[in-house]
T-cell receptor, first 108, second 114 residues
Framework: RKEVEQDPGPFNVPEGATVAFNCTYS??????FFWYRQDCRKEPKLLMS???SGNEDGRFTAQLNRASQYISLLIRDSKLSDSATYLC?????????FGQGTELSVKP | ETGVTQTPRHLVMGMTNKKSLKCEQH?????MYWYKQSAKKPLELMFV???????ENNSVPSRFSPECPNSSHLFLHLHTLQPEDSALYLC?????????????FGNGTRLTVT
């Protein structure tokens, strides 16, 4: 089992749609969690840190379920500019482990 | 504006060349990283430095040689590379010891080995 595993994608959605990505992690002692966004041929950029109670930033909502060992990212009212690869990152004992990424394509 | 700067942005080198990638962070972080990202593949961690000391070498071939003279600067020295080493090389920094500290990436060096 991979340490961090994401929905394989790609996700193709129309503008205005709501889309959700899941990410599972294998180490129950994982300490912190992040979502990054990576545009084609560019560096990953931090989208959100994920807090235990769940957190929201505009159209983006992140949730953590420690019992089931997964985190999720919900994007509401998708925009064309949301098209990117979304990376789940888990801090395991000070080591940041990346998922393989989920590609999102928002179409007009 | 990113607090992590990498140079050069693009590099083309032959298999017999020697070149170096440079990274500088202005965020006051104490940990720096090199990642490799090949086309359509996930990020691969190469090296980690905490407080200038190398704490991780992820089975990277010796043709890649990192150097961390201080906690703000990181280099990756390249020699006798292979075409399969062509990739995007990303530098990142974070605050070691803080579990909530995310990685901050530079904009990368796109390397092509001919």
């Amino acid at each position: 089992r991979k340490e961090v595993e994401q929905d394989p994608g790609p996700f193709n959605v129309p503008e205005g749609a709501t889309v959700a990505f899941n990410c599972t992690y294998s180490n129950s002692a994982s300490q912190s969690f992040f979502w990054y966004r990576q545009d084609c041929r560019k560096e990953p950029k931090l989208l959100m840190s994920v807090y235990s109670s769940g957190n929201e930033d505009g159209r983006f909502t992140a949730q953590l379920n420690r019992a089931s060992q997964y985190i999720s990212l919900l994007i509401r009212d998708s925009k064309l500019s949301d098209s990117a690869t979304y990376l789940c990152v888990v801090n395991q004992g000070g080591k940041l482990i990346f998922g393989q990424g989920t590609e999102l394509s928002v179409k007009p | 504006e990113t607090g992590v700067t990498q140079t050069p942005r693009h590099l083309v080198m032959g298999m017999t060349n020697k070149k170096s990638l440079k990274c500088e962070q202005h965020l006051g972080h104490n940990a720096m990283y090199w990642y490799k990202q090949s086309a359509k593949k996930p990020l691969e961690l190469m090296f980690v430095y905490n407080f200038k000391e190398q704490t991780e070498n992820n089975s990277v071939p010796s043709r890649f040689s990192p150097e961390c003279p201080n906690s703000s600067h990181l280099f990756l020295h390249l020699h006798t590379l292979q075409p399969e080493d062509s990739a995007l090389y990303l530098c990142a920094s974070s605050q070691a010891g803080s579990v909530r500290s995310p990685l901050h990436f530079g904009n990368g060096t796109r390397l092509t080995v001919t």
